[in-house]
C-alpha cells in the first residue's frame, strides 16, 4: 500500500510540474532601443526632441512622415527612404560621442537631435 501511494504521489509532482504558466511571455531583449517619430507637414508630431544613449549602444529611429522623404543621420552617415505613412527605419550601434542632428532631407525637416556618450 505504502508502495502505491508514492506512486501517486511522484505522479502527481510529474503532472504538476510538467503543466506551465497559460500568461503571455515576456518578448525577449532585443537589446536595441527603438524611438519613434511622427512628422507631419514638415514638422515633428509625436517623439522627443532629443535621445540620450550610451557609446556602444544599439538604436533604432524610426520615422513615419505625411510626405516621402529621406531620413538622415548626420555623424554617422545613416539613411533610409520614406514613402507617406510608411515607417521607415535606421538602425546603428551608437559608437561616436557627440551631439548629432537626425533630421529629414527634402523638408528639411529636424527629427530629433542624438546624444550620444557615457
Known amino acids: 500500500m505504502r508502495r502505491i501511494g508514492g506512486i501517486t504521489v511522484a505522479a502527481l509532482l510529474a503532472v504538476t510540474g510538467c ?4 500568461g ?17 507637414e514638415g514638422k515633428r508630431t509625436a517623439g522627443p526632441e532629443e535621445v540620450a544613449v550610451r557609446t556602444g549602444e544599439n538604436v533604432a529611429l524610426e520615422v513615419t512622415s505625411d510626405q516621402a522623404d529621406e531620413l538622415h543621420v548626420h555623424g554617422y552617415d545613416k539613411a533610409a527612404r520614406l514613402a507617406p505613412g510608411v515607417p521607415g527605419t535606421v ?22 537631435k542624438l546624444r550620444v556618450g557615457g
Open 19 to 22: 503543466s506551465g504558466s497559460t
Open 91 to 112: 538602425s546603428f550601434t551608437a559608437n561616436i560621442d557627440g551631439i548629432f542632428e537626425v533630421e529629414l532631407h527634402k523638408s528639411g525637416a529636424a527629427v530629433t
Open 24 to 40: 503571455s511571455a515576456q518578448p525577449p531583449d532585443t537589446g536595441t532601443r527603438t524611438v519613434k517619430f511622427s512628422i507631419a
